[in-house]
């Protein structure tokens, strides 16, 4: 049974250009979170989605979107890249439905470098 | 608003020795509290977690957490560290009702010397 895939594992884009990561779940989750994990820091809440819907939103600005296929996969887009974005992505899935009682299952999250 | 502080960035321990992780929440009713582990270059595997009813919590690898109403604490514990268990932990707290946001700490180092 996989667990939470991201790819690609690591990224390097120059400020200003878009990125895209992408996460496929566990087997049998239905709800996608992503967390940006700057050097040093713990991970924050940036979105999660449910039924290809997003569900809710941490305090990130609206560079910061994504989207949730029916195969429950999602993708994280930023756009016009700024050096503070530079962080570990992470995304973790859950069985949606239960709130925070459902455990989370973090994938190995993608590295992004903006120079 | 939800937060968490993980008071000590750094904790150095010889193998053998017991281990305590120190953990502050805040949040306007019972939370629901976790403890994940990150080695480096991994992403996060949870440790253990707390809901409600019996204050210590069990989890994986042998650690132990205790949740405390009057401290808003939820401390993880290890009685004899081994090598494997150094890495990054992290404390985090979700809201009781809802979804599944979580709100973590800024993690506490652990390096594990011989």
């Known amino acids: 049974d996989a667990g939470v895939t991201q790819s690609p594992t690591h990224l390097i884009k120059t400020r200003g250009q878009q990125v895209t990561l992408r996460c496929s779940p566990k087997?049998?989750?239905?709800?996608v979170s992503w967390y940006q994990q700057a050097l040093g820091q713990g991970p924050q809440f940036i979105f999660q989605y449910y039924e290809e819907e997003e569900r809710q939103r941490g305090n990130f600005p609206d560079r910061f979107s994504g989207h949730q296929f029916p195969n429950y996969s999602s993708e994280l887009n930023v756009n016009a890249l700024l050096l503070g974005d530079s962080a570990l992505y992470l995304c973790a899935s859950s069985l949606g439905g239960q709130g925070a009682r459902e455990t989370q299952y973090f994938g190995p999250g993608t590295r992004l470098l903006v120079l | 608003a939800q937060s968490v502080t993980q008071p000590d960035i750094h904790i150095t321990v010889s193998e053998g020795a017991s281990l305590e992780l120190r953990c502050n929440y805040s949040?306007?009713?019972?939370?629901?509290l976790f403890w994940y582990v990150q080695s480096p270059g991994q992403g996060l595997q949870l440790l253990l977690k707390?809901?409600?009813?019996?204050?210590l919590v069990q989890g994986i690898k042998g650690f132990e957490a205790e949740f405390k109403r009057s401290q808003s604490s939820f401390n993880l514990r290890k009685p004899s560290v081994h090598w494997s268990d150094a890495a990054e932990y992290f404390c985090?707290?979700?809201?009781?009702?809802?979804?599944?946001?979580?709100?973590f700490g800024t993690g506490t180092r652990l390096t594990i010397i011989p």
């Open positions: 949040y306007g009713a019972t939370p629901y």
């Open positions: 707390y809901f409600s009813g019996d204050t």
């Open positions: 985090a707290v979700g809201p009781n009702f809802g979804n599944e946001k979580l709100t």
């Open positions: 087997s049998g989750h239905d709800t």
